[in-house]
């Protein structure tokens, strides 16, 4: 039996997209309508952004934790959370886990070394962006990264906070994001890392001037491949 996958989930549109992902690209591994077992817990996502304002990644690991536990209850064998902010706190969140985990910024390095990529621009909620969760998985391959100048993650993380989290598509945001890629590509890099689970939802290789690596949907595909392991 295929293992029981659990999502440790933050905002909704991201875990949305990523429990979507599991249940229609199940059946490449498990056939015609198949996916393994699916548990999602999703606790008050202000609770959520109240942690973050205050950079309080004990607390964010706080919730983390009450989720993989409610999950590993569920019978939950592989952990995953589709949110890339929040792993700032996966280091208090590992060593006391009921269940293993996968973690995204991995996964997301692991495909772009697989595609022999060199320099990667990553994108993100400023807390996100600001952080070592990409550039620490990123350096242990071997890639360079460059992050978006100090306005541009403001802004950033206002689409994100205010508009996609909310599902909300603005025309005028999405050309900013555009630009701002563009302009990253004009750096040197050769993809970028849509490093909000929400951005999926505007940015994708048709619409995005670099190749883009989509967290969302590689964590899902690394989930349906860690779940189907013998």
Known sequence: ??????????????????????????????????????????????????????????????????????????????????????????????????????????????????????RVAITGTRWLVESDVYPAKLRARGIDFVRPAAAEREEISRIIMEELVRGVVNRDSVEYLRTVIRRMRDEGCDAVVLGCTELPLVLNDVNSPLPTLDSTRLLARAALRRSGEI
């Open 1 to 118: 039996m295929p293992r029981h996958i659990g999502i440790v989930a933050c905002s909704s549109e991201g875990a949305a997209l990523c429990y979507r992902t599991i249940c229609t690209e199940g059946e490449q591994l498990f056939g015609p309508h198949g996916h393994p077992e699916v548990t999602m817990h999703t606790p008050p996502f202000a609770e959520y952004v109240r942690a973050l304002e205050r950079l309080d990644w004990q607390a964010v690991a706080d919730l983390m934790l009450d989720s993989a536990r409610k999950l590993a209850g569920a019978g939950a064998e592989v952990l995953i959370c589709p949110d890339n902010t929040i792993h700032q706190a996966f280091d208090f969140v590992s060593g006391r886990s009921p269940a293993p985990w996968l973690h995204i910024a991995d996964v997301v390095a692991d495909a772009a070394a697989a595609r022999g990529l060199r």
